[in-house]
């Protein structure tokens, strides 16, 4: 424990050694103790209802538990099922299906709105900034009954103004899924938005400047002084959209659950759906595991390919 | 596009920033329509909500209401809509201020602190956030079931909310730009912990407290997975809750369900607006310098 404490320290000591060349062991562990004090509410929150769920997730992805409760340790039993269960793949299909378009999509749009408005005086601005995130503030309820109606066979006023009258934008297969990909982008855009603006109002002016004067045109300042500069906040919209997409719920809960015959079933709602509809919580948890793995693949992924870029 | 590519080829007129006057009105066309698209669901709420039910299901666009009526507002309030609204402010209101509370003091900890365990901690945290959230909902409504008996109360809401780590890290990165010299005069001064807290490190984050409680009032307001699991009886259903089921059984009953809409989103889209500012900054602050 002491060596511990020595170690965590001596860096420090090495960068600022007017701070810390006189702090003792005694005064070290005077400061564990209050941080811990200061510590101490945030993480009982956070172990018991997200440390501990995690757990809960994985153990009883390996018991049979259903309505009646738990009926007995099964092992891997539930996720041998599961690379069996064609709703799965279906699943599985649709979810990466969305996020492959929706995440591009989200990163590019959001980048050219962001590199369009950072400029422009500070009223057009956040108002175009405020626009582009009211479908987030707005909530994914209100959004979705929305487009609901405005997607309606008869009553809707897409099929009213392109004429195709009758047509069921959500009860067809081909269509289902494109709308709930369409609308999961203007909820998502919101966010990127505002990061590209305040990562594009960071990026050094002079150095822009300097690039112009030695005849740069536009393209070339973009991809080699503003783009570098962006970098981390495209690896942080890549990644949060991802997470965003892959979790993508009340939109298909609320518009099409999950069908036409599987259409927009992804893995997200199959959770839901083997929970709440089928009762069988030990299957659900491991369809949450695997869930969270796929996830943490796909960041590390992007990680890897952000950084050696 | 092919006006947009012959507007780019008339205009030689260029300016210091390489580009072009056509393609500036190109770009400001775009955003415009853009803008118009991401705004009309929102119109069509407020507008809809006013319209009566012979305007709803007519077969051909009706653009504004003609004879508006509250009606629908009406058919609303016989379901218990304002007991909805005011769970779901609850809900928001106590999870922001506990968020607030539990955040602030870890987040200095965090990162003006030297202790054991802090490089463990802190990976942990990021870890945590890269998981998806939703994962979790479903063994924590069993955990709120069987340990916390809290399953179907307003609490199995609030608490897990407070639990997630993104307002700690936020916290983390606000109490960064705390001079430790400050904090290390305070010290010198006699100050004790708590009192440095509350009198130094208090004031030079507010700020940062100001993006978090907005940020975490919307977010929570807007949490309709973890609603959905966690409460089931009507009296504790939250507005956006409450709409989604309504929906489910009366479908076809879109002025209500806009009126609906309207009550669930203008109160936080109020709130939102009022204090933009705090959120473009809260938002900006947990990723460029993460």
Known sequence: MEQNTAAAVKPKRAKKPSQTSGMSRALVRRETISAYCFLAPALVFFVAFVVIPMFICVFYSLFDYSLGGINGFVGLDNYIQLFQDPVFHKGLINTIIIVLVAVPAVTAFSLWVGSAIYRMNAFTRSFFRCVFYLPVVTGSVAITVVWKWILDPYNGILNQLIGTNGYNWLGEGKTALACIILILFTTSIGQPIVLYVAALGNVDNSIIEAAQVDGATKLQVFWKIKWPAIMPTTLYVLVITTINSFQCFALIQLMTRGGPMNATMTIMYQVYDSAYRLYDLGYANAIGVILAIIIAIFSAIQFKVAKTD | ?290
Not at chain 2, 69 to 88: C, G, K, S, V
Not at chain 2, 220 to 243: A, K, R
Not at chain 2, 261 to 280: E, N
Request: with cysteine; hydrophobic share 55%.
């Open chain 2, 1 to 290: 596009m092919s006006a947009n590519t012959a507007t780019k080829k008339m205009n030689k007129h260029v300016d210091l920033t390489g580009t072009s006057t056509g393609y500036k009105v190109f770009v400001v066309i775009v955003l415009i329509l853009v803008s118009i698209f991401f705004l009309f669901p929102l119109y069509w709420i407020v507008t809809g909500s006013f319209k009566p039910q012979l305007e709803i299901t007519s077969r051909v666009p009706i653009w504004f209401p003609m004879e508006p009526t509250t009606d629908n507002y009406a058919r609303l309030f016989e379901h218990p809509a304002f007991l909805w609204l005011f769970n779901i402010v609850f809900i928001s209101g106590m999870a922001m201020v506990l968020t607030c509370i539990t955040a602030s003091l870890a987040g200095y900890a965090l990162a003006k602190k030297r202790f054991i365990g802090r490089a463990v901690l802190f990976t942990i945290i990021i870890c945590a956030m890269a998981l998806p959230k939703q994962v979790i909902v479903i063994p924590l409504n069993q955990e709120m079931t069987n340990i916390f008996h809290l399953n179907d109360t307003l609490w199995a809401v609030i608490l897990p909310t407070v639990g997630w780590p993104f307002g700690v890290f936020l916290m983390k990165q606000f109490a960064e730009t705390i001079p430790t010299e400050i904090l290390e005069a305070a010290r010198v001064d006699g100050a004790g912990e708590l009192r440095t807290f509350m009198t130094v490190v208090l004031p030079m984050i507010k700020p940062g407290i100001g993006a978090l409680a907005i940020f975490t009032f919307v977010n929570t307001w807007n949490d309709y997975f973890l609603q959905l699991v966690m409460l089931n009886s009507e009296e504790v259903w939250t507005l956006p809750l409450g709409i989604a089921k309504l929906q489910g059984e009366m479908s076809s009953d879109f002025g209500l369900i806009m009126a609906g809409a309207a009550l669930a989103s203008i109160p936080i889209i109020v709130v939102f607006i009022a204090f933009q500012k705090y959120f473009t900054q809260g938002i900006a602050m947990g990723a460029v310098k993460g």
